[in-house]
């Protein structure tokens, strides 16, 4: 089991910035890798961003690709979503994900939840 907990959230204008951290708890943090997914009301559950077990590769969708950053901090059982150049568009409850592996771009194919953390971009 392991449990994810999403913080950093709220609100911003456009062209702002948030940095978004996930804290884990419970198994050994580097046995997944970790994605980030987003919702906005109605649309299905998108994938957003993930990376590595230990970093070494990370991906992007690309409606975020050379805005949004994801790392982990490994000591700390940590990732991050540094969000930059934020739009309107970008609005949503941020989850953060254990996935099997950086080739898991499906909301279906994760192992464990956050709880997730509204970002709300205004215009």
């Known amino acids: 089991q392991v449990q994810l907990v999403e913080s950093g959230g709220g609100l911003v204008q456009a062209g702002g910035s948030l940095r978004l951290s996930c804290a884990a708890s419970?198994?050994?943090?580097?046995?997944?890798?970790m994605g980030w997914f987003r919702q906005a009301p109605g649309p299905a559950r998108e994938f957003v961003a993930n990376?590595?077990?230990?970093?070494?590769?990370?991906y992007y969708a690309d409606s975020v690709k050379g805005r949004f950053t994801i790392s982990r901090d490994n000591t700390k059982n940590t990732m991050y979503l540094q969000l930059n150049s934020l739009k309107p568009e970008d609005t949503a409850v941020y989850y953060c994900?254990?996935?099997?592996?950086?080739?898991?771009?499906?909301?279906?194919?994760?192992?464990?939840w956050g709880k997730g953390t509204l970002v709300t971009v205004s215009s």
């Open positions: 990376i590595s077990r230990y970093g070494a590769s990370t």
């Open positions: 994900a254990a996935v099997p592996s950086t080739l898991s771009y499906s909301a279906q194919n994760v192992y464990y």
């Open positions: 419970g198994r050994t943090f580097t046995s997944y890798a």
